[in-house]
């Protein structure tokens, strides 16, 4: 019964992104692309998860479920441009995630959902992809990342010719590395006459011209990137596809400029070598990941091992080196620049946007601005008195995921804004529905509703201490007045979040070594 439920779900969340609300006319996204479709946790390895996004501005929550529909982790991003995104799971399930699962333990062995909602405006478009976990996979899927071109025609152009001539299709990441290594080692040199061009870029111009139109439209619909970081050296990379004669820059921008293409993460490395009698020279070499770790390589120290056999033996001494303290033996540089340890668009556990409304047959039809005359009028409140209120600096977790909520305490309790609460619940068992009533000159708060925003949600006052005055502010709950201590602070009502909690039947609870905050929606409130 369990696998049926499985593979229902699967195939209802594929299609409940068939039909998507369109973006606003000036955004759009391309389709989710993974790293590794079938992916083997490791210790280094993260499943890095691709959304272009092709035009616009749009905000973007990424949500991985479990085969049972269970929120596994939670990602969330806003402002993303013309790119292809990247997103970074761990392929381990966030703290007090719906399904259970032990946060520092990879997820088990099976076929998880992802989906993506973006918004521009008041429009959403979803994205779907399924990844399949399995751990026994290891040497089956080598990572793929998006090719990243320099952006110059001319450029480009020579780096498809030349890996035209270097054999890396079907191979895993650290061979093709290997492969560039060795074509660039072979075929390039430290001293020479530049008397004699590899390419004729004028009698090419025509084919220069079209392959690179060509490239504008795989860029314009998502499929690659141009200059991802802004840090490729393009000038020195052609100057060395051109000549063929080069230093060690021209040697370490070719070889980052040939990965990019490949959608390999490389980088160049400014600082010092150490030569065997002492003296020192400026030098730069590169740094790679591969699959999640990390490695040194030096093609030009090779590539002049490799002279002085007459070039008759092609060296890897100095190739994907991952010991650090062995390579510093031979290198200094700036040690507290590297690792980099980052890719071109690294992932933020911020908050999510509005996710998508349940069915409207599930829920009766909410009061738009006023509530009928039907809702009895609440019993006077007790009165209390103005308090200190504190902010909170200490970390907010939502199902085990850090969020920026503002947050004060007050009289030993912690205060937060509704609309803050409700627009980080959405989504979840928790959420509720904030409405304004103004007949009552009130606030009606609705179960099981998702969240409307209305702007400045998690605005931050700023204020580290104040004194909160009592607010007066009267609450509804699903049309029955409820009596809550609520205190105002910069114009905005501050609730006690145990309150909430408990009306709603959250968990609430706080770490005593760290101090975090604590939000489950997948327990009840004690």
Wanted: charged share 20%; glycine share 6%.
């Amino acid at each position: 019964m369990k696998k049926v439920l499985s593979i229902l779900f699967i195939l209802s969340f594929l299609l409940s992104c068939f039909a998507p609300t369109a973006l606003a006319a000036e955004a759009n996204v391309g389709e989710l692309r993974l790293s590794q479709e079938i992916f083997a946790p490791s210790s280094g390895g993260k499943l890095y998860i691709y959304l272009p996004v092709q035009s616009g501005t749009v905000n973007c929550v990424l949500t991985i479920y479990d085969a049972s529909g269970r929120v596994i982790a939670r990602f969330s991003r806003d402002g993303l441009t013309q790119n292809v995104h990247t997103f970074i799971w761990d392929v381990k399930p966030a703290y007090g995630n719906a399904a259970g699962y032990a946060s520092d333990s990879f997820v088990p062995d099976g076929i998880y959902s992802l989906e993506a909602i973006c918004t521009s405006g008041n429009e959403s478009i979803c994205r779907t992809a399924l990844c399949t976990v399995d751990s026994s996979a290891a040497a089956l899927q080598p990572e793929s990342g998006v090719p990243n071109y320099t952006g110059d025609y001319e450029t480009d152009y020579m780096v498809s010719r030349v890996l035209e001539e270097i054999p890396t299709a079907g191979l895993s990441t650290y061979d093709k590395i290997r492969s560039v290594y060795t074509w660039v080692q072979a075929n390039c040199y430290r001293t020479g006459e530049q008397t004699y061009t590899y390419f004729d870029l004028d009698a090419l111009r025509p084919e220069i011209v079209a392959e690179g139109t060509y490239a504008d439209s795989l860029h314009a619909a998502g499929q690659i990137n141009y200059d991802v970081l802004h840090n490729l050296y393009v000038a020195n990379a052609k100057e060395l596809l051109l000549y063929r004669i080069g230093s060690c820059l021209e040697f370490s921008a070719l070889i980052q400029v040939l990965l990019a293409r490949l959608g390999i993460e490389c980088w160049i490395v400014d600082g010092d070598f150490f030569n065997s009698d002492g003296s020192v020279v400026m030098h730069k070499w590169n740094y790679l990941r591969i699959d999640g770790d990390y490695y040194w390589s030096d093609v030009r120290i090779d590539n002049a091992s490799y002279d002085r056999s007459d070039r008759t033996q092609l060296y890897y001494d100095y190739f994907l080196e991952s010991d650090t303290e062995l390579w510093a033996e031979r290198h200094g540089w700036d040690r507290a620049a590297f690792p980099e340890l980052t890719t071109a668009t690294p992932a933020l556990a911020e908050a999510p946007v509005e996710t998508p409304e349940l069915p409207a047959e599930e829920l009766p039809e909410l009061p738009e601005e006023t509530v009928s005359e039907e809702i009895e009028e609440p019993e006077e409140t007790a009165a209390f008195d103005p308090a200190e209120a504190i902010m909170n600096t200490a970390p907010i977790y939502i199902d085990g995921i850090e969020y920026s909520l503002e947050a004060y305490t007050i009289n030993g309790y912690n205060y937060f804004k509704l609309r803050d609460l409700a627009f980080v619940l959405t989504g979840t068992s928790a959420q509720f529905e904030v409405v304004w009533l103004s007949d009552q000159n009130s606030v009606g708060l609705f179960s099981a509703y998702p969240y409307t925003p209305v702007g400045g949600e998690l605005t931050a006052s700023g204020i580290s201490s104040v004194t909160a005055e009592p607010s007066s502010c009267q609450i509804y709950i699903d049309g029955d007045p409820v009596s809550l201590t609520a205190y105002l602070i910069q114009s905005n009502n501050y609730f006690r979040l145990r309150d909430i909690g408990a009306i709603f039947d959250f968990q609430v609870d706080w770490d005593a070594e760290t101090g975090a905050i604590l939000i489950g929606t997948e327990s009840f409130y004690e």
